[in-house]
């Protein structure tokens, strides 16, 4: 190739990504309007229409839709494209023009979008509105998936509406036609009745899960100038227990408010489902709101404490991770999944200052929240996976982890552990361990205040989407260390990205608490761990890697016929199993597939610990007041 050629070659591309730069800025749309209607609730059926006002889009000669593969606070991945169904679009007239259009061809293009072909048109100023219509199928009360049914419409955004390419900077109208004598509710009203709203663009629609139904309730009250509402869907008894858990509710968001300041919002909303259905159970964070589900009614035994476990967690979050939040997470690109190695800060510490939240609320006593305390060591350090997933692995597995769906079969169960435990021991040492080197001086409230500031607060918008910009796990640990004073590299090194044992006994010591460990009460260990899902026969879920199991060629889904001369069932299973002891040997009967197994199962030393905080009895004063002033949040 000579040099000319090469010259001219070049000036030839530099000519064409010019033309490819004009045309995405020529690419506007003079509005996004959506639509919703549910005209027949029975057929689970949600209708939209994305109302396009094309403006200088129509030089783009086509246009695509795209169902998001995913949705925020939960990291699996979905495929909400999956559900949708007859997708169809129409062009109309300018207004005041008499015209005839032909429907525009609608291309599937990939497994998520979309592509509406527009046709030449000589029409003033390209004026012409597209409508881009399709149903999706939503029967799942969750925080993320969506509901229709004979009883309500409840949506979270991302499993329902499509956004289009290019354009979800692009702020967006949604419009609400409910059944008759149906009644709209989410977190952005202004107005009680309401059905139709602007927001600044697709991100924050998404974010403000709806609920539409006949007969929810609402109860309202005002902390700092704020307007809360506990909005409850009750598909079961309630025992009389509604006054008090809007009063307990209150009492933590005083709590978390007085940690953080006032939040940014003029108004929130606690939307809460008692499902009654003994499966659907949910919480998640959005900015304005929460959506929280219990699988129970509230008469039962139960179902109020752990709706206020959730509620002390997610409206946490109003400032842990959907204002404070790591760089990945917003604005998004649902066409992957997401990967941040922040979640055990996000949803770790979050998960920490929930319980601690109850406890500072006077909704638990001291006893209660160590309890809780112990019962996290107790799952973590017996899981096999904590000692081969460190919390940074785990953020970053978070689309395997968090109810992700897995048609392969996976050894998650021995090879992972949850951010969310894990990131909540880490809060609870980390916090300890700075208020005891700094004699009390500074905390991990102070730390996580000072990552508000910086990175909300005081931050200029970074993108579209919202005010601030995201924190990577090296910004925690810099200020961190920086609010405390001490160095915390190695800190850092060895328990987030690494897997070593937290230095519980260390941390607990300067508030005069100490952990005692004990041998489990089994009397020996056999590494079975059964699926107590698979109803109807006795199943095993699970093998311990390296245990007496694992040595008798036992393997999951294996059925457990027979133990010594016994048949087992379900129901005497625990029973039989609590004759033996450490050291026998007990022929075992197993069915796989359509062979029938024995194989002889020697028991082990019991290997399980369960821990325990307990008070120091020779704590001095001073690591009393540390500890009065780390529970009482001073
Ligand atoms: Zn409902
Ligand atoms: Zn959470």
Redesign the pocket.
């Known amino acids: 190739m000579t040099h000319l050629r090469r010259l001219a070659l070049l000036l030839l591309l530099l000519a064409s990504f010019s033309a490819i730069a004009a045309a995405q800025q020529e690419s506007t749309l003079r509005s996004v309007t959506y639509h919703l209607k549910m005209s027949r609730p029975v057929s689970h059926l949600f209708e939209v229409a994305i109302e396009v006002e094309l403006g200088n889009h129509a030089t783009a000669r086509s246009i695509d839709f795209q169902m998001p593969k995913w949705s925020p ?1 939960r990291y699996a991945v979905f495929d909400f494209a999956k559900n949708v169904q007859e997708v169809s679009a129409r062009l109309a007239c300018p207004a005041g023009l008499d015209c005839t259009l032909a429907n525009p061809a609608v291309r599937r293009v990939d497994d998520q979008t979309w592509r509406v072909d527009l046709p030449h048109s000589t029409l003033p100023e390209k004026q012409l509105t597209l409508f881009f219509s399709y149903k999706v199928f939503g029967n799942d009360l969750s925080g993320t998936f969506s509901q229709l049914d004979s009883r309500h419409a409840n949506f979270n955004g991302g499993s329902i509406f499509m956004y289009v390419v290019n354009h979800k900077p692009d702020p967006v109208k949604l419009l609400i036609d409910p059944p008759a004598g149906w009644r709209v509710v989410n977190g952005r009203m202004d107005k009680s009745d309401q059905r139709e709203w602007q927001f600044p663009n697709y991100d924050v629609m998404i974010d403000t899960p709806t609920e539409i139904a006949p007969d929810w309730t609402d109860n309202e009250f005002q902390v700092d100038g704020k307007r809360y509402h506990v909005v409850v869907h009750s598909f079961g008894d309630e025992g009389g227990k509604r006054a008090n858990l809007v009063r307990d509710i209150e009492k933590i968001v005083r709590a978390e408010t007085a940690m953080w300041g006032p939040p940014e919002f003029d108004s929130y909303t606690f939307l809460i489902h008692f499902a009654a259905d003994d499966h659907s159970g949910d ?3 959005h900015l304005t709101s929460t959506q929280i589900i219990e699988p129970g009614a509230l008469g039962e035994e139960g179902v109020y404490g752990s709706t206020l476990d959730t509620v002390a ?2 409206f946490f ?1 109003v400032w842990n ?1 959907k204002r404070l939040r790591p760089l990945e997470l917003g604005p998004w690109d649902f066409t992957r999944p997401l990967s941040t190695r922040g979640l055990w800060i ?2 770790g510490i ?2 920490y200052y929930g319980h601690m939240m109850r406890r500072r609320a006077g909704l638990w006593d001291d006893t209660a929240l160590l309890r809780r305390e112990s019962q996290t060591i107790t799952g973590i350090e017996n899981s096999p996976g904590s000692h081969l997933m460190s919390a940074e692995d785990s953020s970053l597995s978070a689309s395997f982890l968090d109810d992700a769906p897995h048609a392969q079969q996976t050894n998650l169960d021995n090879s992972s552990i949850s951010y ?1 435990p894990k990131g909540e021991l880490i809060g609870l040492v980390l916090d300890l361990m700075i208020r005891g080197k700094t004699n009390g001086k500074t905390s991990l409230d102070d730390v996580m205040r000072r990552m508000y500031e910086e990175f909300y607060l005081k931050s200029p918008n970074a993108s579209y989407y919202l005010r601030g910009r995201g924190y990577t796990t090296e910004d925690f640990e810099r200020v961190a260390s920086e609010v405390s004073g001490l160095d915390l590299y190695g800190f850092f090194k060895l328990y987030v990205r690494d897997v070593t044992i937290l230095p519980y006994d260390e941390a607990l010591g300067f508030v005069g608490l100490s952990l005692v460990r004990e041998q489990a009460r089994q009397p020996f260990n056999a590494g079975i761990g059964i699926d107590w899902q698979e109803k109807g026969s006795l199943t095993i879920g699970v093998v311990h890697p390296n245990s007496p199991a694992e040595d008798a060629g036992l393997q999951e889904n294996d059925e457990i016929i027979s133990l010594g001369k016994k048949n087992i069932s379900r129901e005497n299973f625990l029973v039989s199993l609590a004759r033996y002891k450490q050291g026998d040997r007990v022929p075992i009967t197993v069915k796989r597939d359509r062979k029938t197994i024995q194989t002889t199962l020697q028991l082990g030393a019991p290997e399980r610990l369960e821990y325990r905080i307990d008070e120091r009895k020779d704590a001095t004063p001073q690591q009393k007041a540390l500890r009065a002033a780390w529970l009482n949040g001073s």
Do not use: I, K, L, P
């Open positions: 606070g919480g998640m964070e967690h997610e979050h991770v996000a949803e979050t998960n969310y």
